[in-house]
T-cell receptor, first 111, second 117 residues
Framework: DAGVIQSPRHEVTEMGQEVTLRCKPI?????LFWYRQTMMRGLELLIY????????DSGMPEDRFSAKMPNASFSTLKIQPSEPRDSAVYFC?????????FGPGTRLLVL | AQKITQTQPGMFVQEKEAVTLDCTYD???????LFWYKQPSSGEMIFLIY??????QNATEGRYSLNFQKARKSANLVISASQLGDSAMYFC??????????????FGEGTQLTVNP
């Protein structure tokens, strides 16, 4: 069975550029979560969706961040414009309701 | 206030021995769930074990068991017969709210476990 798929796995970009992270959840999972992991702040929930609808986006740091889930098998997290402090590992996770299963993460470096 | 506290930044254990990783939590909800995840150096987050607040028995999954002490609000992870591949960062997490809710997880800061040969 395929797990959560994220792309790209690594992204290096320059400050001011737009960054789009992609996620394909496990088929049949109704919940999708975006997390960010940094040394300073640990693992933080950015936003989560239920049945493609955003439920809680209180963790989104600012207007530069946006997330969409146009259908049950795809979600994006966009940062525009990117800043060096956005450098982190971004995880997508999906869940059928209880346990969250994480993707491999996208390592983002903003220069 | 911290909702999940992992007081051990680093732990060392000899191969084949058991080790306990501590986790305490804070919630006023009656219904909640506790999770442990493993993050090896490769970076992925691997689900290990789950304990529901209403579960009367401690959860077990192979070599992993969860020592759940509700009154003390602790949910310690016990790894028996440690293996070199157990070396990783371990995170305790809590979900508050309804049992079947897919709501947010709050993570602790993690414990770095090193298994020595």
């Amino acid at each position: 069975d395929a797990g959560v798929i994220q792309s790209p796995r690594h992204e290096v970009t320059e400050m001011g550029q737009e960054v789009t992270l992609r996620c394909k959840p496990i088929s049949g999972h109704d919940y999708l979560f975006w997390y960010r992991q940094t040394m300073m702040r640990g693992l933080e929930l950015l936003i989560y969706f239920n049945n493609n609808v955003p439920i809680d986006d209180s963790g989104m740091p600012e207007d530069r961040f946006s997330a969409k889930m146009p259908n049950a098998s795809f979600s994006t997290l966009k940062i525009q414009p990117s800043e060096p402090r956005d450098s982190a590992v971004y995880f997508c996770a999906s869940s059928p309701g209880r346990t969250q299963y994480f993707g491999p993460g996208t390592r983002l470096l903003v220069l | 206030a911290q909702k999940i506290t992992q007081t051990q930044p680093g732990m060392f254990v000899q191969e084949k021995e058991a080790v306990t990783l501590d986790c305490t939590y804070d919630t006023s909800d009656q219904s909640y769930g506790l999770f442990w995840y493993k993050q090896p150096s490769s970076g992925e987050m691997i689900f290990l074990i789950y304990q529901g607040s209403y579960d009367e028995q401690n959860a077990t999954e192979g070599r992993y068991s969860l020592n759940f002490q509700k009154a003390r609000k602790s949910a310690n992870l016990v790894i028996s017969a440690s293996q070199l591949g157990d070396s990783a960062m371990y995170f305790c997490a809590m979900r508050e709210g309804q049992r079947t809710s897919g709501s947010r997880l709050t993570f602790g800061e993690g414990t770095q476990l090193t298994v020595n040969p």
